[in-house]
């Protein structure tokens, strides 16, 4: 079977196999959740609840606000205890909904009803549901869905792919999805499809998990508008624009979308909620998150949004050793956090914990012009050049480097013998340009 790649990345050890074989488990709930109102690309939602409100699994708590917004819902039966600031995985000081959780009335809103006839949804009022139940990328991008299943006038899509590549090096949730749950997967890829209006779809699998190979093949077999394709096993297949170089030898251009090119991806989380949503009517309140690396018991768990780390982690059996770090996401393109006390959110696809001694402190050296990071850049940069130019404050050179087309996958950094924080310049860079271009300088 040929492989499908793309040029440079690279190949970090993978620790997959501490999370593998372990099958989906439902967390129970926990006593308390605080449900971001900002899980998402774009503006926060905006809360239409108030303290003291009784709520139910399901219940809008926060409208989207623009074009580019998601509505956000609670994900437990409970009272609100308080709208505040909170540290959020990935904004900073944000608001949140508190709800002390009603564990013995874990009822759906009954507002929520399934469709009648599914089969008969045209592809707008697909996305009106998709956008009513808060669907975002669920792979970490968080971009909402409805935005994306519609093209822009005068564009079309050709291809829709499934990513499930799962690239970064310690996650299993989409494999055990993958896995477990391909007839709801794919229910979410028929409504995706139809909703785009491509003509193809593709399943994307990366050769390191064999055993949902197995299990798509099979499935696909009678398919006639899905195919399997088998990726590579490389960092960062999974990124959007490097699948589907290696999918459709097509090369989305320099501060284009996807679109330009009439490829659509799509997650296999966000498939299952797709699916959800059209055939029970559930929004998207829970997600498949897998918790490894220095914790007792490494788990693929199902959890509601809003659920603390600090919860999590005890039902994982405790930390393995004094924790040193917590990641949201993956190893290579996660976010540190800086407490457990956080909830995950919608994107929330692994959580990645490294003890005291795993916590690597090095030295940051000069660039001796190796051109590893060149070798590497998925996306064709000189890494070591925008860097230089981020340093002494040069952000039209970056600009020019075309800085703004990092995907910000980690690479140059992980490969550089300097030990150069190369990733975190640029996208300070990138931050600078984006403050500049809103000042209209
Ligand atoms: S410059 Fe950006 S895209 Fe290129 S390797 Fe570094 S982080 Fe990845
Ligand atoms: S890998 Fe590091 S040392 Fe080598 S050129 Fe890039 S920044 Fe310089």
Redesign the pocket.
């Known amino acids: 079977m040929k492989w499908f790649t793309f040029p440079?990345g690279i190949h970090p050890p993978e620790k997959k196999e501490l999370s593998e074989k372990s099958s989906i488990e439902i967390m129970p709930l926990p006593d308390q959740v605080i449900i971001p109102l900002h899980q998402h690309m774009g503006a926060p939602a905006k809360p239409v609840v108030k303290k003291g409100d009784l709520v139910k699994r399901g219940t809008l708590l926060g409208e989207a606000q623009g074009f580019i917004s998601s509505n956000v819902h609670s994900s437990v039966a409970g009272k609100i205890k308080d709208i505040t600031y909170f540290d959020h995985s990935k904004f900073g000081r944000s608001m949140g909904v508190i709800v002390d959780v009603d564990k013995e009335n874990d009822d759906w809103d009954p507002q929520i009803k399934p469709v009648e006839n599914p089969d008969s949804l045209t592809p707008e009022q697909i996305i009106e549901m998709v956008k009513n139940a808060g669907i975002v990328g669920m792979g970490g991008a968080t971009f909402p869905t409805q935005v994306k299943l519609a093209p822009p006038p005068g564009k079309h899509y050709e291809y829709f792919i499934l990513n499930g590549a799962e690239c970064e090096p310690f996650l299993t949730a989409d494999q055990r999805l993958l896995i477990e749950q391909p007839e709801r997967i794919f229910k979410g890829c028929q409504l995706i499809l139809k909703a785009c209006k491509a003509q193809k779809g593709i399943v994307a699998i990366e050769s390191n998990k064999p055993e949902a190979i197995k299990i798509w093949t099979k499935f696909l077999e009678n398919q006639n508008n899905f195919q399997l394709k088998v990726l590579k096993t490389k960092y960062?297949q999974g990124a959007e624009k490097q699948l589907i170089y290696a999918l459709l030898n097509r090369e989305v251009p320099s501060g284009g979308l996807p679109v330009e090119v009439h490829a659509l991806v799509q997650n296999v989380g966000t498939a299952a909620a797709i699916h959800d949503v059209v055939y029970h009517g559930y929004p998207l309140v829970e997600r498949i998150t897998t918790v490894t690396g220095a914790v007792k018991q490494r788990k693929n768990l199902k959890l509601r949004i809003g659920t603390l780390v600090s919860d999590i982690i005890k039902y994982c059996g405790g930390y393995l050793g004094e924790p040193g770090k917590i990641i949201f996401g993956g190893p290579m393109m996660g976010d540190s956090q800086r407490t457990d006390y956080t909830p995950i959110s919608k994107g929330t696809s692994g959580i990645v914990v490294q003890n005291k001694q795993q916590v690597s402190r090095k030295q940051h050296l000069n660039c001796i012009r190796c051109g590893k990071?060149v070798t590497?850049?998925?996306?064709?940069?000189l890494?070591f050049e925008?860097a230089i130019r981020v340093e002494n404050d040069y952000i039209d050179h970056a600009q020019s480097l075309n800085?703004m087309?990092?995907?910000?996958?980690?690479?140059?950094?992980y490969v550089c013998p300097s030990n150069r924080e190369?990733?975190q310049l640029?996208r300070l860079g990138k931050n600078k340009i984006t403050a500049k271009r809103k000042r209209g300088a």
Do not use: Q, R, T
């Open positions: 440079g960062p990071c590497v850049c998925p996306m064709n940069l890494p925008i800085a087309d990092c995907i910000e996958c980690g690479s140059c950094s190369l990733v640029i």
